[in-house]
């Protein structure tokens, strides 16, 4: 049976490099793999999403609608938008609590969800939502060495191993700020 990720947030956020080290970690712990991205309004901060199918049932690169064992998110609102699209029975929803207003919340026509919001809607769909945050990031893209960090420390993901996706990580940034990342990394992975 395929293990489904979704990953979502918003443009300029690192969706592609979260989803491209989790993809090489996979492919490391011996998973067959299965993905796609979809861009969107990626460079207007618009949200962008990618799919991530592991195992040899997965024929298709498209997580379907309600299947997602885990929702991994970039920031608060997109977190909840996929695990209401995404999110199965079970499945948890790991997101880094951060905010980008929509322009209906900075006009005051529409709320945003409070962190307390989200855990209750995700926990009626049957779900786990948790939160994560890193005090003293040098840069808001290194949310998502906050979440591999956090994902395996949580283990998450049959064979995604601490040393399998921090390598993945080490890989996938190459020499960009990659001691940084990997602090972060570090710090999420033992703050579970």
Known sequence: MA?????????????????AALAAAAE???????????????????SVSSHLRLG???????VP???ADVVLALERLEGLRGALYALKPGGTL???DTVYQPITVRTGSRAY??????????????GKAVAVAVDGLADPRMQNAAL?????????????????????????????????????????????
Do not use: M, W
């Open 65 to 67: 609608e309600g299947q």
């Open 3 to 19: 293990f489904n990720i979704y990953i979502c947030g918003v443009g300029g956020q690192g969706i592609g490099v979260l989803a």
């Open 113 to 126: 969800p409070a962190p307390g919001k989200v855990a209750a809607r995700v926990e009626e769909l049957g």
């Open 148 to 192: 591999l960090g956090r994902l395996a420390a949580l283990g998450l993901v049959p064979g995604l191993t601490r040393e399998v996706l921090r390598g993945a990580l080490a890989d996938t940034l190459g020499g960009r700020n990659l001691e940084a990342n990997l602090a972060v990394f570090d710090k999420a992975a033992g703050a579970a």
């Open 94 to 96: 790991l997101y880094y």
């Open 28 to 46: 490391a712990a011996g998973h067959s793999v299965r993905g796609c991205d979809t861009h969107g309004l990626a460079q207007r901060h618009g």
């Open 56 to 62: 040899g049932d997965a024929l298709t690169p498209r």
